[in-house]
């Protein structure tokens, strides 16, 4: 997952927010709301959840309410989504994404959903049980320059709510019609009173958010894409608007 200085261009998708709408206004839609949450890929196939539209709204119920997943979820709840993920992955719409990385990737992109977590003394650390909370994680896809940007909010109590962000730039190769590979290049942490409230554990910091490695592309759409990395972490990502 310095200030931003490379702005790549934005295209045209559709708005994920309509999309909710629609799956809601739908009246056979709306009996999704009603399943079982501990919904699986079997069970979703057999209660005839195929369109992919359909087995999208099962997923974005099932991340609701996880917080992305960064401070873990129950075994039922990872299993649950996990389910939904290979179900989707199953009906990937674009199966060689590297040769539609411009149409399909370049833009900006919201995670919904990881495994990478941050548990325990780790998490104490950092201060993130109750000092600092963390704010939304985005990722921008620059295809022309081969960047990725990952730009993850925080906020700070007791500093008149410190507003702030962690920014990890790296570059990406193909591979493969699927995969890519990927460089960390440099990152940092603005305003300057937020890198000193890090700054004793910031390489613990770096190293959850460290892209190193490759990413296998499972899953892209207009609105959402789905990524499985090297150290077996899975990411959902929503597409979204310029900050």
Known sequence: ??????KPPIHPHKNTSLMHHHLQANPKKLRIKTCSSSITTAAAAAAGYEAIDEIKALLYQAVQGTNRGIFGVSSAKKSEIEDLVKLLESKNPTPQPTDELKDKVDGWWKLIYSTITILGSKRTKLGLRDFITLGDF????DVTNGKAINVIKFNARGFKMLSGQLTVEASFQVASKTRVVIKLEKSSITPDQLMNLFEKNYDLLLAVFNPDGWLEISYVDD??????????NIFVLERTQQE
Request: charged share 25%; no cysteine; hydrophobic share 45%.
């Open 1 to 6: 997952m310095a200030a931003l200085s490379l």
């Open 138 to 141: 985005y990722q921008i896809i």
């Open 223 to 232: 609105s959402l894409r789905i990524g499985r990395d090297d150290k077996g």
